[in-house]
């Protein structure tokens, strides 16, 4: 199976989650998808195929070995796309890419440009999968999905490469970090597993971001403007106020690497009431406990010196992967050594944010990330080559066989 055609059908599907919604999965589109996995699941021959009532699918590829010391490994993607843009009635179209401007949309004068993003450039004389500029595309994440089904189905094709067994999951729900809520991993069963999520072609990473959300609440006292003088407390002018408490250098827009932010999500209010969300990051562990806690020391000296009635609520999410993949580092090397096998130059570094395999990770399941391809994720300018896609693909079947190769013969 051709994992270019697997995608182009996939995207069909609309999967977006839903961050307001209390089930799970979040919206009906995922399960709509997952069902139609299961059917394509079961004609390539896959096992032990499961779909829950939470829109889990797990199945398993039987190994065709008897060594007994290969371990059980696991590749992992999700069914569903950002909220951030719309994923209904995508367009997928391929190009045959020459360089320049590729027009998205003429009629909305929408422009996939090298000015605004330079690394198309690498992908000269490459045929990209790009959408009609009114929705995201959805390579995130079913190029990993495409990847994994057309992988396994070449095994299952030829039954001369050896493996050991082999177990695939995909979730629901990870775009609203949900996504390992539910995930069984005694169930799933394996040694270790990859998220196939990543982006650009060789992203190879297992450091990510510890990640909280902060809800900051401040009520304000609404007096007539024209009689406020020492009565009135604004509670949009304390909000603006606390804002500007944190450091100007701490933003999304002006961090790059290991550098953690502070990032405003939402903002909105009257003078009676006023409501603040942010997400905060920071690889470092120390630093993130200390972003933190100056949310909480700005809501504090607000209440003593203004007496402002101000509450704060913060909530982790996840946290850094690479204190529990690191104790296992050969897992990391193995993917490094699937890259380069097929002719792909590995790229190691931190993700700033984080996937599924944070959280599975300290749920007992080692999971580095490797890429699926895409780039610009999340809105209309994303594209995938098709030759990154392929190469994810391949990186999977070469991750099998030198897991393979390394244990069968210990």
Same mark, same amino acid.
């Given at each position: ?121 690498? /992908?000269? %004389? ?6 009609? $500029?009114? *929705?995201?595309?959805? #390579?995130?994440?079913?190029?990993? &999905? ?111 690497? /290991?550098? %953690? ?6 903002? $909105?209010? *009257?003078?009676?009431? #006023?409501?603040?969300?942010?997400? &905060? ?130």
């Amino acid at each position: 199976m051709n994992p270019t055609d697997l995608f182009l059908k996939y995207v069909t599907f609309d999967t977006q989650s839903d961050e307001s919604s209390s089930t799970m999965p979040s919206t009906e589109g995922q399960m709509i998808f997952a069902k139609e996995i299961i059917k394509q699941l079961q004609d390539i021959g896959m096992q032990e195929i499961s779909l829950d009532e939470n829109g889990y699918i797990m199945a398993t590829l039987p190994a065709n070995t008897e060594t007994a010391n290969v371990p059980t490994i696991g590749f992992i993607a999700h069914l569903d796309t950002s909220p951030d843009m719309s994923g209904y009635n995508v367009k997928p179209r391929i190009v045959n890419y020459q360089g320049g401007n590729i027009v998205l949309n003429e009629e909305q004068q929408i422009v996939l440009s090298p000015e605004m993003f330079p690394e198309m450039k690498d /992908y000269i %004389g490459q045929d990209l999968i790009v959408t009609d $500029g009114t *929705t995201l595309l959805g #390579a995130d994440n079913k190029a990993g &999905i495409a990847a994994i089904i057309s992988a396994m189905s070449n095994l299952l094709e030829n039954n001369e490469i050896k493996h050991g067994k082999i177990r695939i999951a995909f979730t629901p729900d990870e775009e609203i970090g949900r996504g390992a809520n539910k995930f069984d991993v005694e169930k799933f069963g394996c040694k270790w597993a990859y998220t196939i999520d990543g982006g650009t072609i060789g992203e190879l990473e297992y450091e990510n971001f510890n990640a909280a959300s902060a809800k900051i609440i401040i009520k304000g006292r609404n007096i007539h403007p024209g009689y406020a003088k020492n009565k009135m407390q604004n509670a949009i002018q304390l909000a603006v106020y606390f804002h500007s408490q944190l450091p100007e250098n701490e933003r999304p827009e002006k961090t790059e690497k /290991y550098e %953690g932010f502070y990032h405003p999500t939402s903002l $909105g209010g *009257t003078v009676e009431e #006023a409501m603040l969300s942010y997400i &905060i990051r920071d690889h470092d562990r120390k630093l993130f406990e200390d972003k933190k806690m100056r949310i909480v020391d700005i809501a504090q000296k607000m209440k003593e010196s203004m007496n402002a009635d101000i509450t704060v609520e913060i909530k982790d999410q996840y946290y850094n992967m690479r204190e529990k993949v690191e104790p296992h580092k050969e897992i990391v090397d193995i993917a490094f050594e699937a890259m380069v096998g097929c002719g792909v130059k590995p790229i190691v570094k931190p993700i700033r944010g984080g996937t599924d395999g944070a959280r599975l990770s300290f749920m007992g399941l080692p999971c580095p990330n490797v890429f699926a391809g895409g780039i610009n994720f999340h809105g209309r300018y994303e594209y995938l080559p098709i030759k990154s896609l392929e190469k994810s693909k391949e990186t999977i079947l070469n991750i099998i066989g030198i897991t393979y190769s390394k244990y069968s013969n210990s």
